[in-house]
């Protein structure tokens, strides 16, 4: 089970934080986005060894985390920090997890547990 919180609406260059309490069997855990009229894409992810990839749109800007042992059974949270945001980072934001190592190019079309998402709205 995944339950999101944290998105919101703010100005361009601002920050938010977003949440993702996380149960089960995680081994992939990441946020993708969609916007309107836009595929899904990844935004970012990490692994039990702390190994993250980045979407080279937010490299240097948003940074994923969570705060679990590495055993992948247990509770945890996962974090997005979203800095310096600009008003294409606007989408609606999912959290993911997934029994296996899955890379983020996938899009998310292989992770089979989603958050209901929240909303990041970025004025200009």
């Known amino acids: 089970q995944l339950v999101e919180s944290g998105g919101g609406s703010v100005q361009a260059g601002g920050s938010l934080t977003l949440s993702c309490a996380a149960s089960g069997n995680t081994v992939s855990m990441g946020w993708f986005r969609q916007a309107p009229g836009r595929e899904r894409e990844g935004v970012a992810i990490?692994?039990?060894?702390?190994?993250?990839?980045?979407?080279?749109?937010v490299k240097g800007r948003f940074t994923i985390s969570k705060n679990s042992t590495g055993n992948t059974s247990y509770p945890k949270t996962l974090y997005l920090q979203m800095n310096n945001l600009k008003p294409e980072d606007t989408a609606m934001y999912y959290c993911a997890a997934e029994p296996r190592r899955r890379p983020l190019s996938s899009g998310g079309s292989d992770f089979r547990f989603w958050g209901q998402g929240t909303q990041v709205t970025v004025s200009s």
């Open positions: 990490i692994y039990p060894d702390r190994q993250t990839t980045y979407a080279d749109s």
